[in-house]
């Protein structure tokens, strides 16, 4: 019961997460967003590359 209610509470909050990240990615001509929190792959990157502070910013022009 409790995995079904985190699902539905947790699902809307990823799908507007998840389409401020698309709408910034296409409005600033990335190709690819990569998730380095779990991408276990990832090596190294340069955070200049880093959108996360840009991404909270428009979440917190959004109301979740």
């Known amino acids: 019961i409790m995995e079904k209610t985190s699902a ?3 699902t809307p909050i990823k799908d507007k997460v998840n389409a401020a990240i698309k709408s ?3 409005a600033n001509g990335y190709s690819m967003v990569v998730d ?3 991408s276990s792959n990832i090596v190294y ?3 200049k590359y880093d959108i996360t502070d840009k991404i909270i910013e428009i979440l917190n ?3 979740l």
């Open 36 to 38: 380095v929190s779990i």
């Open 61 to 63: 022009k959004t109301q």
């Open 45 to 47: 990157y340069d955070e």
């Open 24 to 26: 910034f990615a296409v």
């Open 8 to 10: 539905a509470t947790l």
